[in-house]
């Protein structure tokens, strides 16, 4: 029992995200957790001309519950949080673009194409969602172009969701977690990470 306990204590210190936080939102992530995958294994990127340096270091550890994902450590700076929300929320100025609730997180805003008609597939199965910051922490998800989402996973930058291409849940195989910069030199590689993804998706994959 203490064991459930502190497995509880330790999926509610996550955050809110998608699920209910009560035993009821626990008990669903718990269920859901065998069928996550490796979220850090890539295919080859030679389909893709994303230019990423690799990251520094190592990655940092994320929790073992799919529901909510979130990293463990290294948070971003507060400072550094809020030119990530007001990155995304500066897109909505053009009208191709708009925020909403996000889909997948269920609270909180998301960054989604306004029209998906001609959206590449990716962005048609995500509902037009394009990308969220959690905030407090300063990860994101994105729904990255496929080829691109290989290069983000196989220079560090981030992992792919462990349920990611789950077809009960809809979540794109390309629904990638961004890390959370840790200086001014991460910030400007996920922010170009970001500008790629909102790029690949307006433009209809091409």
Not at 104 to 119: C, K, N, Q, V, Y
């Amino acid at each position: 029992m203490r064991a459930v306990r502190d497995d509880y204590r330790a999926w509610r210190n996550l955050g809110p995200g998608g699920l209910p936080a009560n035993p009821v939102g626990w008990a669903c992530a718990t269920l859901l957790r065998p069928f996550g995958r490796d979220g850090t294994v890539a295919a080859a990127d030679g389909a893709s001309d994303l230019d990423l340096p690799v990251r520094r270091g190592e990655r940092p550890a994320v929790a073992p519950h799919p529901i909510p994902h979130r990293q463990v450590a290294l948070d971003a700076e507060p400072a550094t949080v809020r030119v990530l929300e007001r990155h995304l929320s500066s897109f909505a100025d053009d009208s191709s673009f708009r925020t909403a609730r996000s889909r997948f997180e269920r609270r909180g805003d998301a960054l989604f194409l306004t029209d998906i008609s001609a959206a590449p597939p990716w962005i048609r199965q995500a509902g037009g969602e394009l990308a969220h910051v959690h905030a407090g922490q300063g990860s994101l998800h994105v729904v990255a172009d496929p080829g691109d989402a290989e290069v983000i996973v196989s220079r560090g930058w981030g992992e792919r969701h462990p349920l990611a291409g789950r077809r009960m849940l809809g979540l794109p195989y390309s629904y990638v977690f961004l890390y959370a910069p840790r200086d001014g030199e991460d910030l400007s590689t996920v922010l170009a990470v970001v500008d790629r993804v909102v790029r690949r998706a307006s433009a209809g994959g091409q």
